[in-house]
């Protein structure tokens, strides 16, 4: 156990250093933008290309891997939306909880973190999650946040929203960056020397800078969002994200493998822990274009990354 938490406190001390720093002033606020960009359109699509593109490419296609974590994703946003959804949390918000509850940090956090506690080979089924994330988990939330709209106007717009939140991942790298990576790796080609070198550099930059971006990200939603609330509002959604995902993908994917499904026991224990992972910081950003309740929605993602520092670890612990 000592071990592992020497692996995952500098993961969780770069984010507790980017908190520190917005909070206190030290990073101002109008400079986080500017971080998350060089991050998302930067830093990020270099390291997924460079784990792509040096992953089998049978793993990138594990359509058992997939499966599963689809299933536990679409159990997952139908719980939480049934457990929350009230006469005070509505549409809108429940399903923007239900995407924090089902969405786990994997990019900024779960792939380098996963990778140094487990190795190269936990890159490729971490990535698929993130694919199954960004296009289906995602794009469903966004679109059931519109129900709120009325009867007949509620299901156009939750369309409209679908479409929207769709095209939204055409226009992110990170798939992309994937997509090439998995195409690099099929026909083993290699990027020329000095653009190899370029890009390499910029996946190096990646880990550190998202960690301390997400802590920059999180001060930034308590500054701006910190409006009273009962904690039955947020710590519900937590426990659902770091306790009951994580052992719902256990129960799905053992299930899966005495069904005779051909699930590695190696990707099991990855897809455990990236849903054991905190929720995406991300998804404040998206709850404050959206119009939901921001506050909730960043107490909820802080709570997880917090709580994980010990949950996570237990995790792999358990795991390992």
């Known amino acids: 156990m000592l071990q592992i938490f020497w692996v995952t406190l500098p993961f969780f001390a770069l984010v507790l250093a980017g908190f520190v720093a917005a909070y206190r002033r ?20 270099c390291m997924l290309y460079r784990f792509g593109s040096t992953t089998p490419i049978a ?12 299933m536990c994703a679409l159990v997952m946003v ?15 918000d429940a399903s923007l909880g239900a995407l924090v509850a089902a969405f786990p940090n994997s990019g900024f956090m779960g792939v380098p973190l996963l990778v140094a506690l487990l190795g190269p080979l936990a890159a490729g089924p971490a990535i698929l999650t993130m694919l199954v994330d960004m296009v289906v988990t995602s794009s469903l939330c ?22 929207k939140a769709l095209k939204g991942v055409a226009a992110n790298p990170m798939p992309w960056a994937i997509l090439l990576g ?32 997400i802590g920059a990200v999180l001060a930034r939603s308590q500054i701006q969002a910190s409006h009273p609330m009962p904690i039955s509002d947020y710590l519900p959604v937590a426990l659902m994200k770091l306790v009951l995902h994580p052992l719902l993908v256990l129960a799905v994917g ?31 950003l998206l709850a404050e274009r959206l119009g939901a309740d921001n506050g909730r929605i960043a107490r909820i993602i802080l709570v997880s990354t917090a709580a994980s520092f010990l949950s996570f670890s237990a995790a792999v612990a358990w795991l390992t």
């Not at 793993?59 to 689809?70: H, P, S």
């Not at 099929?186 to 910029?202: I, R």
């Not at 590695?264 to 998804?283: G, I, K, Q, R, W």
């Open 254 to 284: 053992t299930a899966a493998v005495q069904l005779g499904l051909p699930l590695d026991p190696f990707a099991l224990t990855v897809l455990v822990l990236v849903a054991a992972l905190p929720s995406a910081s991300n998804v404040s």
């Open 26 to 45: 030290l990073l101002p606020l109008e400079a986080i933008p500017g971080l998350n960009g060089f991050v998302l359109f930067f830093a990020l699509p």
């Open 142 to 163: 966004v679109a059931l946040s519109r129900l709120d709209d009325g009867q007949g106007h509620g299901r156009a717009a939750m369309l409209d929203a679908g479409k």
């Open 59 to 70: 793993q990138l296609l594990d359509l058992v891997v997939v499966g599963v974590y689809l």
């Open 182 to 213: 998995a195409l690099a790796s099929y026909h083993q080609f290699t990027l020329p020397g000095p653009v190899e070198k370029t890009a390499w550099l910029l996946a190096d930059a990646a880990s550190p800078v998202a960690l301390f971006t």
């Open 78 to 92: 139908g719980f939480a939306i049934v457990m929350t959804l009230n006469r005070r949390i509505r549409w809108n």
